[in-house]
């Protein structure tokens, strides 16, 4: 059974995933509905993270597969916009959200 | 040492989530997050190996980090506030690509000894990735005002169909692992970037933010697929934690706005009932610009409601000049800004801070609702649905529940709309037509500059 045999191989993984869909829940369970919109933000920032697969994919391409070479490429520049841009994007609006409360 | 920088990155996207959803410490979580990635993405380039073999390419890896990293940091830096949606949400396309061109490289790799659960996962990868790629750029083309809103008939099914087939598409080559799989794969390709567009170009711009919020989480399931093919636990917790967190707060959203998620996407919502004709309308009274110059200038107190049309007309900053010129005339201003206010949380603060409105005069809904009673004129700028107090007396409108700002109780109300049209949920507002209020048609930003003209000469 390809899928029992699956989660034999892959056990802690499994146990990763499912944890992580009940920490997300939880984390966020009770926000401020001014807050949805950076947070929002914010989250699309951390799945930047698919970045480093990017890194991967083009670190490990060999030198003559400009196939794989150049979309490589192109998802690390990708990635790189959606977690820097994100990050960038986030701080800028709690920015505002301080800059407020001290005046 | 790469998994302990890995155990970390994760840690620091859960404790930046946390912490991201309490205004005290949102920054800092925000920052925290940032850091962990940043350590992780370093981590991945020196200490990676596969097979003993350490990543090479370093060139194109940092050429390709330079150029992102420049090309996300201005266009960050110089997005106008009231462009942030817009902005977030051609980020997470950005991120949705990433994912679905990992996926296509790895078709490379798949060979006879590939699992097919290898390859469900690539095209988990190909197909939730694209989608979040094309449903963004469509949400951004939406709330630039570039795309318009497009609705066939039964685009629903032919949404389902072209989901089935693309699902069809994709057991097949799983289960027979078919010799031209580049072809399959790209079909795939294409129609889940199709069914992307379909998916995201009927829902009304006044949605997006919870379509954007939608597709941040497929963004991060994508991210989780990658997380998969790597054996990579901090792409995986980083994605799988966006995805339920993301999916979580779209129907939060959703609960502010009182609507359930499955009337966002289908938009069934007042659909039928958006013609200004279909119903008795009663009549309702016109104010000329120099009469309501004259209504605000002898006031006491003036409580401003600011709502979508605002934000539309970009008016925060002829608004917050009327407001100065209030004051000086002794006359008090507050701004009552209710929770889902333009349908995205948060908006209106952050563009009536852009246009430097002081903080203390931006009050809650509980705390404006008490003031009403004692407040002279209300002046309505673009908002609709959240003072429909219909909401609060008739059982049978959609909106019925959601908690409104009571302006009906104030001794006027100048309403400031363009035209007669019902606001987005497409129903009447009988606010409109009671004798207290008053219309001022025109675009917010033009009507505030008149206004501002006309004051001054009072």
């Known amino acids: 059974m390809d899928i029992l045999s699956f989660f034999e191989q892959h056990m802690e993984m499994t146990y990763v995933v499912i944890l992580s869909v009940f920490l997300g829940i939880e984390v ?33 391409a060999e030198k003559d597969n400009y196939p ?31 800059s407020k409360k001290n005046k | 040492m790469l998994s302990l920088i890995y155990l970390i990155g994760s840690v620091t996207f859960i404790v930046g989530l946390k912490m991201l959803s309490h205004p005290a410490t949102a920054r800092k979580g925000n920052l925290i997050a940032a850091g962990g990635m940043f350590i992780s993405i370093l981590g ?16 194109w890896i940092a050429g390709g980090l330079l150029i992102g990293g420049v090309i996300g940091l201005v266009s960050a830096k110089k997005v106008k506030m009231t462009a942030m949606p817009e902005m977030v949400s051609l980020f997470n396309g950005m991120g949705g690509a990433c994912a679905a061109l990992i996926s296509i490289v790895e078709f490379e790799h798949v060979n006879a000894e590939t699992t097919s659960l290898h390859l469900l996962i690539i095209f988990a990868g190909l197909i939730i990735g694209s989608i979040s790629f094309a449903g963004s750029i469509i949400a951004w083309g939406k709330l630039n005002g570039k795309i318009k809103d497009i609705a066939f008939k039964g685009q629903h099914i032919f949404n389902i169909i072209l989901l089935i087939v693309i699902l069809a598409i994709a057991a097949f080559v799983i289960g027979v692992q078919p010799v031209t799989m580049a072809w399959w794969m790209l079909a795939v390709l294409l129609l889940s970037l199709l069914y992307g567009v379909f998916f995201v170009l009927p829902i009304g711009g006044a949605d997006m933010p919870v379509v954007i919020s939608l597709l941040n989480s497929f963004t991060g399931v994508a991210a989780a697929c990658g997380g998969f093919l790597y054996n990579n636990p901090v792409m995986l917790t980083g994605g799988i934690l966006v995805g ?3 999916t979580i707060l779209t129907i939060l959203m959703c609960k502010a706005m009182n609507r359930s998620l499955k009337n966002v996407l289908i938009g069934s919502f007042g659909g039928s009932n958006t013609g200004s004709g279909s119903k008795e309308q009663g009549a309702y009274r016109e104010i000329g610009l120099s009469d309501a110059a004259v209504v605000l200038a002898y006031a006491h107190k003036v409580m401003i409601v600011p709502g979508y049309g605002l934000a539309v007309a970009q008016a925060q900053h002829a608004c917050h000049e009327l407001e100065v010129l209030l004051e000086a005339k002794g006359v008090e201003v507050r701004y009552a800004i209710h929770p889902v206010a333009g349908r995205m949380p948060g908006h ?16 809650e809904m509980e705390q404006a609702n008490p003031r009403f009673n004692t407040t002279d004129v209300v002046l309505v700028l673009g908002a609709n649905d959240v003072v429909n107090p219909a909401a609060k007396s008739d059982p049978a409108s959609p ?7 009571e302006v009906e109780h104030a001794k006027t109300v100048i309403v400031n709309k363009r035209s007669m049209k019902p606001g987005y949920a497409g129903i009447e507002n009988e606010l409109f037509f009671r004798p207290k209020t008053a219309m001022l048609f025109g ?15 009072v």
């Open chain 2, 443 to 457: 675009d917010a930003k033009a009507v505030m500059q008149q206004l501002i003209a006309e004051i001054t000469q």
């Open chain 1, 68 to 98: 794989a070479l150049i979309l490589g490429f192109l998802a690390v520049i990708l990635g790189t916009l959606n977690v820097v841009g994100g990050f960038v994007v986030t701080d800028r609006m709690l920015e505002m959200f301080k």
């Open chain 2, 44 to 59: 991945t380039i020196f200490l990676y190996t596969h097979n003993g073999e350490h990543l090479h390419n370093f060139w």
């Open chain 2, 244 to 246: 339920s967190a993301g």
């Open chain 2, 399 to 405: 909106i019925y529940g959601m908690p409104i700002l």
């Open chain 1, 28 to 60: 966020i369970s009770r926000v401020p509905s001014v807050l949805h919109t950076p947070l929002m933000s914010g989250a699309n920032a951390i799945h930047g993270v698919v970045i480093i697969g990017a890194i991967i994919v083009m670190g490990e």
């Open chain 2, 348 to 363: 209106m603060n952050v563009l009536l801070a852009e246009a430097d409105v002081p903080y203390e005069k931006l009050l």
